[in-house]
C-alpha cells in the first residue's frame, strides 16, 4: 500500500487531484488494471513509469473516475421526485413567494442524472403553467465526462429507461446517437468540482449554497468513512431547511447528521433535512 500511496501523492502533486480518501481496496484495483495495461511488474516499477509517461497521468485518472451512468437511473427515485418532491417543492416556493428552484447533481458523470432532473422540471412546469426559475449546478472532477456531458450526444445504453414519449420529445436520432435538446441542455450548468475541497462548500459557480434539493448518487461509496463524514457534512449545509437529499441505494447518513435528517420513503434513500 505504501506504492500506492506514492502514486497518489505524485497525482495530486502534478495534476492536483486528490485520491487520498478513496477506498484502498478501490486504489490498489484502479492501479493493477493500469499495471496490466502497462506492462510494468509492480507498483513501484509502475511509479517510475509515471514520471516518466506523464500521458499516463490520463489514463490512470480514467481508471479512477469510473463513470456508469444513465438517464432516468433507478426510475423509481425520478418518479417520487416528480410525483411527491416537485409539488411539495413548487407549493413551499408559492408560500415564500419564491421563484427560484436550485439542484446540485455532484458526480455528475456524463451528465444523464442533472438531464434527467431537467426533462421532468420541464414536463412539470408544463403541466403547472409555471414559470419559476430552474437553476440546475452539475459537478464532476472527470474534465472529460464534464465535456461529454456538455455535448448532450449519446449512445442508446443511455437512453434505454427513457420512456418513448420522453425520447421522442427531447431527443433526436442521429445514426447511434441520441442528440439531447438545446433547451434542455441550457438548463444544466457544469462545472469541475472536488467534493473534497475544502475551500468552497459548494461548487463556486453556484456562488452560495441554498439548494432545494441535492443528488450524490453512487458517489459516496467510492470513499473512506472519514472523507464521507467530511462529504456529508457539506452536503448538509449545502441544503436549505427543509431541501432534500437524494442518496445510492447502498449510502446511509453517517451519524453526525443523522438526527438532522428524515428519510422521506422506504422505496429509496431520499431524505429531508430538518435541522
Known amino acids: 500500500m505504501e506504492s500506492a500511496k506514492k502514486i497518489i501523492n505524485l497525482l495530486l502533486e502534478k495534476r492536483g487531484f486528490d485520491f487520498t480518501g478513496y ?29 516518466q509517461n506523464t500521458d499516463e497521468f490520463d489514463h490512470l485518472i480514467d481508471a479512477f473516475t469510473i463513470n456508469v451512468s444513465r438517464f432516468f437511473r433507478d ?30 447533481s455532484a458526480g455528475c458523470s456524463f451528465g444523464e442524472e442533472p438531464y434527467s432532473m431537467a426533462i421532468i422540471l420541464k414536463e412539470f412546469l408544463k403541466k403547472e403553467k409555471s414559470t419559476k426559475k430552474i437553476n440546475i449546478f452539475a459537478t464532476d472532477i472527470d474534465r472529460k465526462a464534464l465535456a461529454c456531458a456538455a455535448d ?24 447511434n446517437q441520441f442528440l439531447l435538446d438545446p433547451e434542455i441542455q441550457k438548463t444544466v450548468h457544469f462545472s469541475f468540482y472536488d467534493l473534497l475541497d475544502k475551500k468552497h462548500l459548494s461548487p463556486p459557480e453556484s456562488i452560495f449554497g441554498g439548494f432545494d434539493l441535492v443528488l450524490c448518487r453512487n458517489v459516496l461509496i467510492y470513499f473512506e468513512p472519514e472523507h464521507q463524514k467530511e462529504i456529508f ?39 429531508r433535512k430538518i435541522g
Open 23 to 51: 477506498r484502498p481496496a478501490m486504489i490498489e484495483r484502479r492501479i493493477q488494471s493500469r499495471l496490466r495495461n502497462t506492462n510494468c511488474k509492480d507498483q513501484e516499477e509502475y511509479f517510475s513509469f509515471l514520471n
Open 233 to 271: 457534512r457539506k452536503l448538509h449545509k449545502s441544503l436549505k431547511v427543509n431541501g432534500y437529499l437524494i442518496l445510492g441505494e447502498a449510502e446511509v447518513p453517517n451519524q453526525e447528521i443523522f438526527h438532522k435528517l428524515k428519510r422521506e420513503t422506504n422505496c429509496c434513500k431520499i431524505y
Open 152 to 175: 448532450g450526444s449519446y449512445n442508446f445504453d443511455s437512453v434505454k429507461d427513457v420512456k418513448f414519449g420522453i425520447l421522442k420529445e427531447y431527443f433526436t436520432a442521429e445514426g
Open 75 to 104: 426510475s423509481l427515485t425520478f418518479d417520487y421526485i416528480s410525483k411527491i418532491i416537485l409539488p411539495d417543492l413548487f407549493l413551499s416556493k408559492d408560500h415564500e413567494q419564491d421563484n427560484n428552484l436550485r439542484i446540485w
